[in-house]
């Protein structure tokens, strides 16, 4: 019952009740049951005993960004790419499932990801589920869609993606990490290999690495092509089309040498 309330809500009705308005009126003002503010004007620890554990900087009165900004930058790449949301358990209690499907390819990406989770909520649990080639890492908190307002019913590339005023701010002040989980998530570094014959009729084989990011959500490509902009990382991207209910998919490449380079410098392996 208690931890229904956030903690401002809480804060709040103690305040007005130490300010000398019954409990009554605090509770019409408020919608707060009286015995439940009896409890908490008796015990003042039940009144921030869920601040670490539910607070949630997005339904504070003044809505807030997480407080680790570069972790959650990260988090939101491998959301868009390969995360979602569901009900956890009995969907009546309101708890959300942020779950994100790593490859058992990378043990190490497993780890990135539930080391970013666990930075966003550090007091909750991290889970990770094995299942046929990859794991499935997951945390339960009511207020996952708080911080993932682009959750919503069907699949991201039927519904438009954009982002929040205040994660384009997270996104402009840590395009790498954005990027990271991007291509952590929808993304590989690659060798090309070209085949060229030489005047004397030999031949010579050229291999040189790029990065491709791959999705079917124009509105996610552009997001990852923008903060590449940011990082002044030059790209190209090209559109392979399905066919039949085979969805288009939105390709982009970074091959030259120095930008390769530049990614190299932050993307980092998935181990």
């Not at 779950?99 to 190490?108: E, F, I, K, L």
């Not at 991007?182 to 060798?191: A, E, N, Y």
């Not at 990011?213 to 559109?239: C, E, K, M, Q, Y």
């Amino acid at each position: 019952m208690h931890a229904m309330y956030s903690p401002h809500v809480r804060r709040d009705a103690v305040s007005l009740v130490d300010s000398g308005i019954s409990h009554a009126e605090v509770s019409r003002r408020m919608g707060i049951n009286r015995s439940t503010l009896r409890a908490w004007t008796r015990d003042r620890s039940l009144v921030d005993r869920y601040a670490d554990t539910d607070h949630c900087p997005r339904c504070e009165p003044i809505p807030a960004p997480p407080g680790r900004r570069d972790a959650y930058g990260y988090l939101l790449g491998l959301y868009l790419g390969d995360g979602c949301l569901t009900p956890a358990g009995d969907h009546t209690k309101g708890v959300w499932r942020l779950r994100v499907m790593c490859s058992d390819a990378w043990p190490g990406l497993i780890e990135l990801c539930a080391g970013s989770m666990a930075a966003i909520r550090p007091d909750h649990k991290v889970s990770r589920v094995p299942s046929t080639g990859c794991t499935e890492v997951h945390s339960n908190w009511k207020h996952w869609p708080c911080l993932f307002p682009q959750h919503g019913p069907g699949r991201k590339h039927d519904r438009t993606i954009a982002l929040e005023p205040w994660q384009r701010d997270i996104v402009e002040e840590h395009p790498e990490q954005f990027v990271r989980g991007l291509v952590h998530s929808d993304g590989s570094r690659v060798l090309n290999r070209i085949r060229r014959s030489l005047p004397d009729g030999g031949v010579k084989h050229y291999e040189y690495p790029r990065y491709h990011f791959t999705n079917v959500s124009a509105d996610i490509t552009a997001l990852f092509t923008d903060a590449l902009d940011l990082l002044g990382v030059p790209w190209r991207v090209h559109t392979i089309k399905g066919n039949g209910s085979r969805r288009d998919k939105h390709v982009v490449s970074v091959s030259q040498r120095d930008a390769v380079a530049r990614m190299d410098a932050f993307v980092g392996p998935k181990y």
